[in-house]
């Protein structure tokens, strides 16, 4: 296998966000984190103190969204909605930026906005995680095409602090032409631009539309370190079956003897 189990599963961040979440979903989601080993839950700010006590002992951290789904949310409030989640013992926070702001061209709001939380996070011994919600950036704004304005806000994010620039939340949805909505979440341009646009200090997560284990390897082949993804067990059990057949080739192959002799 190209990659271990472990630098693998220590690339999700498992998805516990949907809105009708119940508790005991809740509780069952920690429990397949903790059994793949997963780097972390990122979940609801009102969950996080029951997932640390669920977690604790796990390897697995807890994580919060703020300002979740739009970013709407008035600047303090996101700063006191991420001292509460550190309290409860939250160590990622994966902020919104407020969109309407940044495709205005309010770029001193928006930095103001994305420093605000990353000094409470950082405060508190929390990295922090700022998402763009690629799928409204495709025509740009502010006079900037696409692809400048996700440059512009991957330097915007580094200089207030950010710990990793992110694609999506996974709620994106643009309405089509048909009336109907849809996303497409982590594209292997976008991964590609984000991580040529920040310094090596700062990471890159994919959200949205990763959900299988091929797409997991890509978005590390493209300089992911983080894949925010509810479909974890499928990806780590097929990772579990590739690897069984693997040793099995290759003991087969020791039986045979061909080992050495080329081609493989």
């Known amino acids: 296998?190209?990659?271990?189990?472990?630098?693998?599963?220590?690339?999700?961040?498992?998805?516990?966000?949907?809105?009708?979440?119940?508790d005991q979903e809740l509780e069952d989601g920690c429990k397949l984190a903790a059994k793949y080993g997963v780097a972390s839950v990122c979940i609801k700010p009102y969950a996080v103190k029951r997932a640390v006590e669920l977690l604790r002992g796990s390897g697995v951290k807890v994580?919060?969204?703020?300002?979740?789904?739009?970013?709407?949310?008035c600047t303090e409030s996101k700063r006191y909605e991420t001292e509460l989640a550190c309290r409860d013992g939250a160590a990622e926070i994966d902020m919104v930026i407020n969109l309407g702001k940044a495709l205005s061209g309010d770029?001193?709001?928006?930095?103001?906005d994305i420093?605000?939380?990353?000094?409470?996070?950082?405060?508190?011994?929390?990295?922090?995680?700022?998402?763009f919600e690629n799928d409204y950036l495709a025509q740009g704004g502010a006079g900037l095409s696409g692809?400048?304005?996700?440059?512009?806000?991957?330097?915007?994010?580094?200089?207030?602090?950010?710990?990793?620039?992110?694609?999506?939340?996974?709620?994106?949805f643009v309405k089509g032409a048909d009336g109907k909505y849809s996303y497409q979440g982590a594209t292997e341009h976008d991964l590609a631009l984000m991580r040529a646009s920040c310094s090596p200090k700062?990471?890159?997560?994919?959200?949205g539309g990763v959900r299988d284990l091929d797409g997991l390897i890509l978005v590390r082949d493209l300089g992911g370190t983080r894949c925010g993804a509810t479909a974890t067990a499928a990806m780590l059990d097929e990772y579990r079956r590739r690897?069984?057949?693997?040793?099995?080739?290759?003991?087969?192959?020791?039986?045979?003897?061909?080992?050495?002799?080329g081609g493989y």
């Open 1 to 22: 296998m190209k990659y271990s189990y472990d630098q693998l599963a220590k690339m999700i961040d498992h998805s516990l966000l949907h809105p009708t979440m119940t």
């Open 63 to 73: 994580g919060a969204v703020i300002g979740f789904p739009h970013g709407n949310s």
């Open 107 to 112: 770029w001193a709001y928006v930095e103001r």
């Open 115 to 131: 420093k605000t939380v990353c000094d409470e996070a950082h405060k508190h011994g929390a990295k922090v995680k700022v998402i």
């Open 147 to 172: 692809d400048d304005f996700k440059r512009k806000l991957c330097q915007i994010s580094e200089r207030a602090g950010a710990d990793w620039v992110k694609t999506s939340t996974g709620y994106g």
């Open 202 to 207: 700062v990471q890159v997560k994919a959200a």
């Open 243 to 261: 690897e069984a057949a693997e040793k099995s080739g290759r003991a087969g192959a020791q039986e045979s003897g061909t080992i050495g002799m």
